[in-house]
Nanobody, 120 residues
Framework: QVQLVESGGGLVQPGGSLRLSCAAS????????MRWYRQAPGKQRELVAI???????NYADSVKGRFTISRDNAKNTVYLQMNSLKPEDTAVYLC??????????????WGQGTQVTVSS
């Protein structure tokens, strides 16, 4: 079994910064793509950023230039540095990882989410 645990959320003023972390643990052989999603009340879940095992990144247009995704493969951890935060960034942020646990096909796992609130 694999667990993903997010941390780093909280309340921040507009223009501020936060750094989210998501650590994977358990019976991990390797991790392929790692992603951050977010979901605001009444809205569909949105893909925010993705990073491949090799470090290639891609971002939603709404966060380009403000958010940076990175990963530490030795620690099985993905990060999301969020700068110049706006009230519309308020959401529950969830990490997702495509994990191979052995000879079986890789499986997508989800964290429990961490709340980010941007408000003055």
């Amino acid at each position: 079994q694999v667990q993903l645990v997010e941390s780093g959320g909280g309340l921040v003023q507009p223009g501020g910064s936060l750094r989210l972390s998501c650590a994977a643990s358990g019976s991990i052989f390797s991790i392929n793509d790692m992603r951050w999603y977010r979901q605001a009340p009444g809205k569909q879940r949105e893909l925010v950023a993705i990073i491949t095992k090799g470090g290639t990144t891609n971002y939603a247009d709404s966060v380009k230039g403000r958010f940076t995704i990175s990963r530490d493969n030795a620690k099985n951890t993905v990060y999301l540095q969020m700068n110049s935060l706006k009230p519309e960034d308020t959401a529950v942020y969830l990490c997702n990882a495509n994990v191979r646990t052995g000879l079986a096909m890789p499986v997508n796992y989800w964290g429990q989410g961490t709340q980010v609130t941007v408000s003055s």
